[in-house]
């Protein structure tokens, strides 16, 4: 099968008999003659049947008119309605039609101005212009300014004071309601959040403090306890002041040869009160004596004797480059 023989197999359909019969017709009486009836998107229905009715093409209405002459018929198409504009017609409206805009927004820019001329002003008892604020208007000082502004702020807190005595009763504190519209008390929600801020701070206050150990509990009681006696004390401190020499007494030198005369001992009682250990140990880097229930057996990673290795060893060498600079 070939294309063009497919083409008017599955597309193209045969002319009615009617329509054959028509041209034949046309043919019969004197030449055949091919309207133009398909160019316009009529159908054999409207040629055969309703001729003279109008159609619409792009906005402007066409009427089909019929007619004959000797030996052959032709269709004439009559426009009807009012044709489009030009591009010059379309300008100038649209032209016209801004200049209406313009002039309209000027027209209530000039009425809004007017309404504003006549609206009151504010005047006093004593017809002087006043601002909103209360200041006078014109040239003043800060002074006056301030004093007009204080006493326009007064006069307004003695009216709201004079409408809240003339409702008594009914000027009430704002009711709040849950969502089952129950009453909140709420002096009592600000008493129960109140407490359980401060039990939120104290139970963070003895976390901290149970982290710490004993020793720096102890001293923390102790600055607390100078704090207070700190508020009798007098400001200036001789050197027969009894309490400021025992205090120096107490503290611990290493290279003091007199400590053990001038110290008071403790009886092996630690800063907590807990008894110490009273044999020989390795010192540590806090000064720390074990207690009184050790063994005497040292269980640690050895880090406490290398720390004070290296502390020597370091100001070993910071003196030996020290002499080494004296002797060049």
Known sequence: MSLADYLAKNYLTADSEKKSKKRKRKHRDGGLTIDDDDNLGWTEKADEGDEDAPMIVGGGTLKKSKKKSKGTSAAIWTAVGVAAPSHAE?????????????????????????????????????????MASGAKAGLQSAAEVAADVKQKQDEEKRKAAEVVKEMGNTAQETIYRDASGRIINVAMKRAEARKKAEDEERKKLEKEKAARGDVQNAEATRRKQQLQDAKTMTVARHADDAEMNDELKERSQWNDPAAGFLRKKKAGRSITGKPLYQGAFQPNRYGIRPGHRWDGVDRGNGFESQWFNSRNKKANIEKLEYQWQMDE
């Open 90 to 130: 379309q300008l100038a409206a649209d032209a016209a039609a801004a200049d209406a805009i313009i002039a309209g927004t000027a027209a209530d820019r000039q009425k809004a101005a007017e309404e504003e001329d006549e609206a009151p002003e504010m005047v006093d008892t004593e017809g002087v212009l006043r």
